[in-house]
């Protein structure tokens, strides 16, 4: 079974322009959650999508937004890009819903390492 | 959403037993706890996950007590690849919550 995948692995971007970042999730779940993890920093959460909608949003400035497709592929956008806003974005799949008692899980992808300059 | 507390970074030799402890003071009713490991340049994996008591997988233990307020991961005999951070999460599997992964304790297994 494929995992999750994102593309494009690397990215080189200068301040003030924009981002796409990519997400497959794993076939079946509908669920694509987006974190961002800054060098020597714990992940930090973004976007929850589900079924098509945002279910739910970090600390985030509007300028990170997002979208999840009919197909449940995700795409997160980045606008008017800062220097800090270089790290590693990761998506997250899991199926929903959750049922008492079984293993609740998100599978993560590889991550896309987004340079500013 | 309950916070989480670990310890920062821990050592350890190879072949030990490591335990790696979170406090989750306020946990609620129907949150579950939820550990997982990273590799440097890699998404987090899934290791084990509990509501109560002992749960035990092929690769570690999580043992809770009865007040949940903490858990407790263990790793048997661990080896150089066990090198990794180690994240707890505390939340409602698959509930409209943020799940905050935190910045997880820093495991180096020594030879």
């Known amino acids: 079974e494929a995992g999750v995948t994102q593309s494009p692995t690397h990215l080189i971007k200068t301040r003030g322009q924009q981002a796409t970042l990519r997400c497959s999730p794993i076939?079946?779940?509908?669920?694509v959650y987006w974190y961002q993890q800054a060098l020597g920093l714990g992940l930090q959460f973004l976007l929850w999508y589900d079924e098509g909608e945002e279910r739910n949003r970090g600390n985030f400035p509007p300028r990170f937004s997002g979208r999840q497709f009919p197909n449940y592929s995700s795409e997160l956008n980045v606008n008017a890009l800062e220097l800090e806003d270089s790290a590693l974005y990761l998506c997250?799949?899991?199926?929903?819903?959750?049922?008492?008692?079984?293993?609740?899980?998100?599978?993560f992808g590889p991550g896309t390492r987004l340079t500013v300059l | 959403l309950a916070k989480t507390t670990q310890p920062i970074s821990m050592d350890s030799y190879e072949g030990q037993e490591v335990n790696i402890t979170c406090s989750h003071n306020?946990?609620?009713?129907?949150?579950?706890i939820t550990w997982y490991q990273q590799f440097p340049s890699q998404g987090p994996r899934f290791i084990i996950q509990?509501?109560?008591t002992k749960v035990t997988n092929e690769v570690a233990s999580l043992f809770i007590p009865a007040d949940r307020k903490s858990s407790t991961l263990s790793l048997p005999r661990v080896s150089l690849s066990d090198t990794a951070v180690y994240y707890c999460?505390?939340?409602?599997?698959?509930?409209?919550?943020?799940?905050?992964f935190g910045t997880g304790t820093k495991l180096q297994v020594i030879p």
């Open positions: 076939s079946g779940h509908t669920s």
């Open positions: 999460l505390v939340g409602e599997p698959g509930g409209y919550q943020k799940v905050t």
């Open positions: 509990g509501y109560k």
């Open positions: 997250a799949s899991s199926p929903l819903p959750f049922r008492t008692g079984e293993k609740y899980e998100q599978f």
């Open positions: 306020n946990i609620a009713t129907n949150d579950y």
